[in-house]
């Protein structure tokens, strides 16, 4: 019997689009816009939220890090997963302690990092046999309605005047919400589960899969300074939560209108969508560090926003078409190259704090590496 259809692919995208709105969009992104709020009611300084962001990214690494030489299931890795991230974000309302708030974003990150894995594996492979492989960019566009729905929820709560502590509690209820209404399709690992490789395959990667690793961890170094701390920014700039907090609902709605729009480009090749991609992501990082305007704050949350799950999404799709049955590993090996640039962004603005040009040289600094990236991406292979 076949069991490939006991779930259809539109429960497939639907359940992998709400699986990475809540991990993802969610869990690991609703510290951002959270971020200017704690500032205001808990002292929350600029040094400690870097700090606390590269906790959630440390966690990311080691839970990706996980999935390469774990070889979970994808299924039972996104559920596992997504449970971890509604009870890590749930606690991080019941604390005002910073050594708490540390150890629930890095957990927070290890659980995400299992959700992206998984989630990922299970829902291209099922859409690839149903012949709906198009409809990844509903998939993907998950990760960007989950930034937009955090950023508008959090600019309620500002502009009610009600408490972080509470903005977490809330986050956290719709998180455990998804996890259940996803836990059944999740829960059949035939529907999209990529042909395993042996437990014990250890097959080198090529030097194609080692470009794809190093480009795409640079990804993750360059679109996270301005991911971090773009509401931060335009906190200083106009005071009001009414005003600064668009700036992180108008990322996500980008974020998730692009995966759709790319998705729809069929024919084009995924390795020069992304490369396209991290090139327009350069100017939107380097933008708030030329010019500081509300204006341009939010231009720079459009481009970043229209590009990163692009990559994202490109990236997942180029591994699958280079690595086949292994794409699970070289997968997991690309998100661990991801959290390791995650990890150093926010790390490098903490120990440039005390310089008032702190972010401006961090973004300068990732706008270069990612057009050198974006060229070295489609450079001829000396071999293919």
Same mark, same amino acid.
């Given at each position: 019997?076949?069991?490939?259809?006991?779930?259809?692919?539109?429960?497939?995208?639907?359940?992998?689009?709400?699986?990475?709105?809540?991990?993802?969009?969610?869990?690991?992104?609703?510290?951002?816009?959270?971020?200017?709020?704690?500032?205001?009611?808990?002292?929350?300084? #600029?040094?400690?939220?870097?700090?606390?962001?590269?906790?959630?990214?440390?966690?990311?690494?080691?839970?990706?890090?996980?999935?390469?030489?774990?070889?979970?299931?994808?299924?039972?890795?996104?559920?596992?997963? @997504?449970?971890?991230?509604?009870?890590?974000?749930?606690?991080?309302?019941?604390?005002?302690?910073?050594?708490?708030?540390?150890?629930?974003?890095?957990?927070?990150?290890?659980?995400?990092?299992?959700?992206?894995?998984?989630?990922?594996?299970?829902? #291209?492979?099922?859409?690839?046999?149903?012949?709906?492989?198009?409809?990844?960019?509903?998939?993907?566009?998950?990760?960007?309605?989950?930034?937009?729905?955090?950023?508008?929820?959090? @600019?309620?709560?500002?502009?009610?005047?009600?408490?972080?502590? !509470?903005?977490?509690?809330?986050?956290?209820?719709?998180?455990?919400?998804?996890?259940?209404?996803?836990?059944?399709?999740?829960?059949?690992?035939?529907?999209?589960?990529?042909?395993?490789?042996?437990?014990?395959?250890?097959?080198?990667?090529?030097?194609?899969?080692?470009?794809?690793?190093?480009?795409?961890?640079?990804?993750?170094?360059?679109?996270?300074?301005?991911?971090?701390?773009?509401?931060?920014?335009?906190?200083?700039?106009?005071?009001?939560?009414?005003?600064?907090?668009?700036?992180?609902?108008?990322?996500?709605?980008?974020?998730?209108?692009?995966?759709?729009?790319?998705?729809?480009?069929?024919?084009?090749?995924?390795?020069?969508?992304? !490369?396209?991609?991290?090139?327009?992501?350069?100017?939107?990082?380097?933008?708030?560090?030329?010019?500081?305007?509300?204006?341009?704050? #939010?231009? !720079?949350?459009?481009?970043?926003?229209?590009?990163?799950?692009?990559?994202?999404?490109?990236?997942?799709?180029?591994?699958?078409?280079?690595?086949?049955?292994?794409?699970?590993?070289?997968?997991?090996?690309?998100?661990?190259?991801?959290?390791?640039?995650?990890?150093?962004?926010?790390?490098?603005?903490?120990? #440039?704090?005390?310089?008032?040009?702190? @972010?401006?040289?961090?973004?300068?600094?990732?706008?270069?590496?990612?057009?050198?990236?974006?060229?070295?991406?489609?450079?001829?292979?000396?071999?293919?």
């Amino acid at each position: 019997m076949d069991t490939t259809r006991d779930v259809s692919p539109v429960t497939t995208a639907a359940a992998g689009a709400l699986g990475l709105a809540a991990a993802v969009g969610i869990g690991r992104f609703a510290f951002t816009p959270l971020m200017p709020l704690m500032a205001a009611q808990s002292g929350l300084t #600029l040094a400690q939220g870097g700090v606390l962001a590269a906790a959630n990214y440390a966690g990311y690494l080691a839970g990706a890090l996980w999935c390469l030489f774990a070889h979970p299931a994808p299924g039972r890795a996104a559920r596992i997963g @997504l449970a971890g991230v509604a009870l890590f974000t749930l606690a991080m309302g019941m604390t005002s302690q910073f050594a708490s708030w540390f150890a629930l974003r890095a957990l927070a990150g290890f659980a995400s990092a299992l959700v992206l894995v998984g989630i990922s594996g299970w829902t #291209l492979q099922g859409l690839a046999r149903a012949d709906r492989g198009h409809w990844s960019g509903w998939v993907f566009a998950g990760v960007g309605v989950g930034i937009a729905f955090a950023g508008i929820a959090t @600019l309620v709560i500002g502009v009610l005047g009600v408490s972080a502590a !509470a903005g977490w509690l809330v986050l956290g209820a719709v998180v455990a919400a998804v996890t259940a209404s996803t836990w059944r399709p999740l829960a059949t690992p035939e529907a999209g589960t990529l042909t395993p490789a042996p437990a014990n395959d250890r097959t080198r990667f090529d030097a194609d899969a080692w470009r794809l690793v190093a480009c795409y961890g640079v990804a993750g170094f360059g679109y996270i300074i301005p991911a971090t701390f773009l509401p931060a920014l335009a906190r200083q700039l106009v005071a009001d939560p009414a005003v600064f907090g668009w700036t992180w609902p108008a990322f996500g709605a980008a974020a998730a209108a692009s995966t759709v729009a790319a998705a729809l480009l069929r024919h084009a090749a995924p390795r020069r969508v992304w !490369a396209a991609s991290q090139a327009l992501m350069a100017a939107g990082v380097v933008a708030p560090a030329l010019a500081s305007s509300l204006g341009v704050l #939010l231009a !720079a949350a459009l481009g970043i926003g229209g590009t990163f799950m692009v990559v994202t999404m490109a990236g997942m799709q180029e591994a699958r078409r280079i690595a086949r049955n292994g794409a699970a590993r070289l997968i997991a090996a690309m998100t661990a190259a991801f959290a390791v640039g995650q990890l150093l962004g926010p790390l490098a603005v903490s120990l #440039l704090a005390s310089d008032g040009n702190a @972010l401006r040289a961090s973004s300068i600094t990732a706008a270069a590496l990612l057009l050198a990236s974006a060229g070295f991406l489609v450079a001829p292979r000396r071999c293919n």
